[in-house]
């Protein structure tokens, strides 16, 4: 039904515009008796072998919607009904902010890819905090923060240290964000000494809570060997809890869609099916070089159940959909639990 009659239709929109309609729709449709008891037998599929314990953490199972679907928690129980094993929400700032101009979200169809240069738009994170404060269900959420764009990068750690103290009481782990390329310079803190300054900031005002919360670093696909090396090195020296692997891309040499295109599209990051390998390429560097030491969750490029089995076999423990659901629907969660409990009863 969604890709031969919902999809089609979406994809008729301004791909922003598909977005706040899906949200509006989601939110009227999936909140009515009848149709909040369909959904959650339609797309319900739980199992012990799902089962996952990770960073101290139990997830009814390893799929997870990855930060940038919903930034500012407004649908955390309707992704719920759906079956995600936990959530992400964010990136969350301290102040609210509009993000980059309109266009800013793109549809390469040809590459089942996106392109977006959102910004970090969000309406802050003590919006989202009420938000959090009213949700019914149990899964887990994870907060996802960075830095507003205003902020200079020398005070970058005061942003980080706001979102975290403010989200605390109200999501189960927290992603330091520094890996987005839409935010202008936030790539410079992935850099070896600004990026130890700052997780061990964090995780400092993290370790003073009665109840501290795993803490996860999500890096670029487009960093280095020796890089993804240091990452590996900060990971273990400052003692965080994992590594999200990866944010969207900047290398745009995989895309089957015409240049021309894509350069009158202009700046971007790009995610979806092209990102697919690369992210899979350093969830294996990361797992191999660190000898699995900590925890990794696989995101880029989700498609199928097979692309989720690719990414654990190279060594993420949990993996995270976003762009595999703009073009495969929300059935994609429950293939990809199937595909899983087959593989996990082997």
Request: charged letters at 25%; hydrophobic letters at 40%.
């Amino acid at each position: 039904m969604y890709k031969s009659i919902l999809k089609p239709l979406f994809f008729l929109k301004n791909p922003e515009d598909a977005h706040h309609f899906t949200f509006d729709l989601t939110k009227l449709t999936f909140n009515l008796p009848i149709a909040k008891s369909i959904v959650k037998s339609t797309f319900k599929l739980d199992d012990p072998l799902l089962e996952r314990e990770v960073f101290g953490l139990k997830f009814k199972n390893p799929v997870g919607l990855a930060a940038g679907f919903d930034k500012d928690a407004k649908l955390i129980d309707e992704m719920a009904m759906l079956g995600f094993g936990f959530i992400e929400i964010g990136t969350l700032t301290p102040k609210p902010q509009e993000g980059n101009p309109l266009p800013r979200l793109f549809r390469l169809p040809q590459d089942e890819s996106l392109i977006n240069r959102m910004g970090f738009n969000n309406g802050g994170v003590k919006e989202a905090v009420e938000r959090l404060k009213k949700r019914k269900s149990d899964v887990i959420v994870g907060g996802n923060i960075g830095k507003n764009k205003v902020t200079p990068n020398e005070n970058a750690v005061d942003d980080y240290l706001i979102c975290l103290e403010e989200l605390h009481p109200y999501v189960d782990y927290f992603v330091v964000n520094v890996s987005s390329p839409n935010t202008p310079n936030l790539r410079d803190l992935q850099e070896k000494e600004p990026l130890k300054k700052l997780l061990q900031a964090v995780k400092s005002a993290n370790d003073l809570k009665e109840k501290p919360k795993p803490i996860l670093l999500k890096i670029a696909p487009d960093l280095t060997d020796g890089q993804l090396d240091d990452i590996v090195e900060i990971v273990q020296e400052t003692k965080i809890d994992g590594v999200i692997a990866t944010n969207t891309t900047i290398d745009r040499s995989q895309l089957s869609t015409p240049v021309s295109q894509v350069e009158a599209i202009g700046a971007g990051g790009v995610s979806g099916k092209v990102l697919g390998k690369r992210s899979t390429e350093v969830i294996r560097y990361l797992a191999e070089k660190s000898n699995k030491a900590f925890p990794i969750i696989g995101v880029g490029g989700i498609f199928s159940a097979e692309d989720a089995i690719e990414k654990l076999e190279a060594g993420a423990s949990l993996i995270q959909v976003y762009s595999g659901m703009i073009y495969e629907g929300p059935g994609l969660i429950k293939k990809i639990k199937k595909g899983l409990l087959a593989y996990f009863s082997r």
